[in-house]
């Protein structure tokens, strides 16, 4: 269904391979604690991507574990979640993406273990960042508690974490968000919502969007489930005329999957109305595990 939902399945290795990094670091980390930063270092990966996803794993972890659990390797992914309270994924239309997890990760343990991977090529500009000679992907621990990720070299980042250029966020605690499982937000005004839609051909714009996702303690069994909130703004309302049919349609095939009191909470509940160029979500039920799969079909 939305191709930048499913983005976060395709990204599942690649983020495990960042999370087999500080598993190995851990071995040599102490207690949890919260860390306390002046800034929201997140925020320098922000002109990585179009579509950001922020993950409150101190609020809920439950979406993440779902997409490690798919790893057949023998990493311990509770524990390193257990340490990680918030994790940022900026993606580009292409797939391409850049992460900040913000956590217990301990720097000189970090880097030590890297050292010892001949995979590993390391770089020394702005801070120290490790670049994989086989893939590509590169991973910095520039400080305490925080790490970046990539597809491609943190060079942009990591000048923009030693020049103290920090932005705003507009989306998940920075926005006031911190109730929220997790929440996805346009960055790039110019993205083109057809291309996330696997629409070849078809341009049309998003101008913003705001997507919070809440669990819903009705989950039970293969049943993750959360409710949507939010909104789409389209550049005309053609387009989101358009895309509204298309979302009816969606949704209404996930909700046959959950129950028939989903489909009937999605039509009855009027869970999503068009108002002009504008799509708004009001609480539309989501199994998230159905997503993912939709979104691979």
Known sequence: MLKFIYMGRQMG??????????????????????????????SVIIDSGDIVFTFNLDKDRRVIEHVLSTRSDSVDYKRIL????????????????????????????????????KEWVR???????????????????????????????LDKELKRLKNNDFASLPYGPAGGKKECSFS????????????????????ARIEDMNLDLYYDEESSGE????????????ADEKNAAAFFSAFKIGFLRLARKISQEAVKDLIKGKRFSLEGRRIIFDGVLINIPDLLKDGAE
């Open 82 to 117: 257990e340490r990680t309270d918030r994790i940022i994924l900026a993606v580009k239309a292409d797939g391409t993406f850049t992460a900040a997890a913000e956590g217990n990760y301990p720097y000189i343990a970090s880097n030590w273990m890297l050292c010892s991977e």
């Open 184 to 203: 996805v937000n346009s960055i790039n005004p110019k993205v083109n919502a057809a291309s996330l839609l696997g629409l070849d051909g078809v341009e």
């Open 223 to 234: 049943l993750l489930l959360y409710r949507m909130g939010g909104y789409i703004t389209f």
């Open 123 to 153: 770089h020394k500009d702005s801070y120290v960042w490790w670049e994989n000679r086989n893939t590509g992907e590169s991973v910095s621990v520039p400080v305490k508690n925080f790490a970046l990720y990539s597809d491609k070299n």
């Open 13 to 42: 290795t690649s983020v495990s391979l960042f999370f087999v990094i500080v598993a190995f670091s851990l071995f040599f980390a102490g207690c949890k604690t919260v860390p306390q930063f002046k800034q929201d270092l997140s």
